[in-house]
């Protein structure tokens, strides 16, 4: 039998992740997993970070994919590997391909960001944009393997790539005493299949714990229905687990081994990324702080206290996006506030307005004049002030200021 289909149809075992963790063992940075003392005394868990983002591509991805080319026999590995993926299977794939020599063509969406196609191509992939959507680029990556005579490498559907993930819960039994639960994010379920296998078989009273995005909560789904279903399409910040229908390899061992799947919304994964990045001084992309956000937003099921793995999967995050991110955080946060003022259209107003602004320590950071808009009287204005604050409790002293000082006042949402 192909290799490739013998991996996809095999069933998953402690033993195959133990051997995986050995056939990859040199080729990967072990990645830290120490406690938050902030996170900790936030949640009321015993908080520790696994930091998949310091990988060399920035994700737990390239342990899957190091995994399957590492199992390639040399005919295989002469004729190449193909891939369809927006990210981070993609330059997983490409960097341990090209460590060994061997092509890969990587099948991406038109619409993968170009900051993704262009760190693809730097590990050295032949890189081919088509489809509206992953699925359409998979079926491209199919033809191609097909005509080709190249090796598919799935990026989770597939128990030899589930077993290189689940080498990550080998490492965090080793890096943590008396381990109770593992936090992880769940798209096709690859990643939470293998260390769910291997925390189970290993020591099955650690709770495992997934996290979805409420936006596309195609695994939650399939264990209500016992079977995988498609969801319809959906966009999402947590791009990298914005997977329409689990895997029907690792449905069954997720159904098998993990005990809670929970789902957050784009906000609390927003905060999560902006927490990390704030407090831990950690970079994560949408996918890799749905854990996270998860466990600050008192989600699981966990009772305080308990000694728990956190997974931080990945950190390739658009830097746009991350500005957005950042500026949607301090506004949900009240650090950063729009109000529009109603001022006397005469010298001195502002002056004395921005007087008042500056006796409650907020800095103007924008302004913007209207005289003709959202109903102003003759001999009035309008204006928008944009101000960074500490936080909800100086703005409210703020708000009622003005309100004792006669401005009419309102939020700019």
């Given at each position: 039998?192909d290799?490739?289909?013998?991996a996809?149809?095999?069933?998953?075992?402690?033993?195959?992740?133990?051997?995986?963790?050995?056939?990859i063992?040199?080729?990967?940075?072990?990645?830290?997993?120490?406690?938050?003392?902030m996170?900790?005394r936030?949640?009321?868990?015993?908080?520790?970070?696994?930091?998949?983002n310091?990988?060399?591509?920035?994700?737990?991805?390239?342990?899957?994919?190091?995994?399957r080319?590492?199992?390639?026999t040399?005919?295989?590995a002469?004729?190449?590997?193909?891939?369809a993926?927006?990210?981070?299977?993609a330059?997983?794939v490409?960097?341990h391909?090209t460590?060994?020599?061997?092509?890969?063509?990587?099948v991406?969406?038109?619409?993968?960001?170009?900051?993704?196609?262009t760190?693809?191509?730097?590990?050295?992939?032949?890189?081919?944009?088509?489809?509206?959507?992953?699925?359409e680029?998979?079926?491209?990556?199919?033809?191609?393997?097909?005509?080709?005579?190249?090796?598919?490498i799935?990026?989770?559907?597939?128990?030899?790539v589930?077993?290189g993930?689940?080498?990550?819960?080998?490492?965090?039994?080793?890096?943590?005493?008396?381990?109770?639960?593992?936090?992880?994010?769940?798209?096709?379920?690859?990643l939470?299949?293998g260390?769910?296998c291997?925390i189970?078989?290993s020591?099955p009273?650690?709770?495992?714990?997934?996290?979805q995005?409420?936006?596309?909560?195609?695994?939650?789904?399939?264990?209500?229905?016992?079977?995988?279903?498609?969801?319809?399409?959906?966009?999402t910040?947590?791009?990298?687990?914005?997977?329409r229908?689990?895997?029907?390899?690792?449905f069954?061992v997720?159904?098998?081994y993990?005990?809670?799947?929970?789902?957050?919304?784009?906000?609390?994964i927003?905060?999560?990324?902006?927490?990390?990045?704030e407090?831990e001084?950690?970079l994560?992309?949408?996918?890799?702080?749905?854990?996270?956000?998860?466990?600050l937003?008192?989600?699981?099921?966990?009772?305080?206290?308990?000694?728990?793995?956190?997974?931080?999967?990945?950190?390739n995050i658009?830097?746009?996006?991350?500005?957005?991110?950042?500026?949607?955080?301090?506004?949900?946060?009240?650090?950063?506030?729009r109000?529009?003022i109603?001022?006397?259209?005469?010298?001195?107003?502002?002056?004395?307005?921005?007087?008042?602004?500056?006796?409650?320590?907020?800095?103007?950071?924008?302004?913007?004049?209207?005289?003709?808009?959202?109903?102003?009287?003759?001999?009035d204005?309008?204006?928008?002030?944009?101000?960074e604050?500490?936080?909800?409790e100086?703005?409210?002293?703020?708000?009622a200021?003005?309100?004792?000082?006669?401005?009419?006042h309102?939020?700019?949402?």
């Amino acid at each position: 039998m192909d290799v490739a289909k013998a991996a996809h149809t095999a069933t998953l075992t402690l033993t195959d992740i133990l051997a995986a963790r050995e056939r990859i063992r040199g080729s990967l940075y072990l990645s830290p997993c120490s406690r938050s003392e902030m996170l900790s005394r936030i949640t009321g868990l015993q908080v520790y970070l696994k930091l998949e983002n310091l990988q060399m591509t920035g994700s737990f991805k390239e342990r899957g994919a190091l995994n399957r080319i590492a199992l390639l026999t040399a005919d295989q590995a002469a004729r190449g590997v193909v891939a369809a993926s927006a990210g981070n299977h993609a330059q997983g794939v490409a960097h341990h391909a090209t460590q060994r020599g061997i092509r890969s063509v990587i099948v991406m969406p038109l619409t993968t960001p170009l900051v993704k196609v262009t760190a693809t191509r730097n590990f050295g992939a032949e890189v081919v944009l088509f489809g509206a959507n992953y699925d359409e680029a998979c079926t491209e990556a199919t033809r191609l393997c097909e005509e080709q005579g190249m090796t598919f490498i799935h990026p989770f559907d597939d128990a030899v790539v589930m077993a290189g993930q689940g080498t990550i819960a080998l490492e965090l039994l080793e890096q943590i005493d008396n381990l109770e639960a593992v936090v992880v994010p769940i798209g096709g379920g690859g990643l939470i299949g293998g260390i769910a296998c291997a925390i189970k078989e290993s020591n099955p009273k650690i709770r495992v714990i997934g996290v979805q995005t409420s936006r596309l909560p195609s695994m939650a789904e399939a264990i209500k229905a016992h079977h995988p279903v498609t969801l319809e399409p959906a966009t999402t910040i947590a791009d990298g687990i914005a997977v329409r229908r689990a895997g029907d390899v690792t449905f069954p061992v997720v159904e098998k081994y993990v005990d809670e799947i929970v789902t957050v919304d784009e906000d609390e994964i927003a905060s999560a990324i902006l927490t990390l990045l704030e407090r831990e001084k950690t970079l994560a992309e949408g996918a890799g702080a749905t854990a996270l956000a998860a466990v600050l937003q008192g989600r699981t099921s966990l009772a305080p206290n308990t000694r728990t793995a956190v997974l931080v999967c990945g950190g390739n995050i658009d830097v746009t996006l991350l500005a957005r991110i950042i500026e949607r955080g301090l506004v949900q946060d009240g650090r950063l506030i729009r109000l529009r003022i109603h001022l006397l259209d005469r010298p001195g107003a502002l002056t004395d307005l921005t007087r008042l602004i500056a006796s409650h320590r907020a800095n103007i950071v924008d302004t913007l004049y209207n005289r003709a808009y959202y109903g102003v009287n003759l001999g009035d204005t309008t204006i928008d002030i944009t101000m960074e604050t500490r936080g909800r409790e100086q703005v409210e002293e703020l708000l009622a200021a003005l309100t004792a000082e006669g401005y009419r006042h309102s939020r700019v949402i």
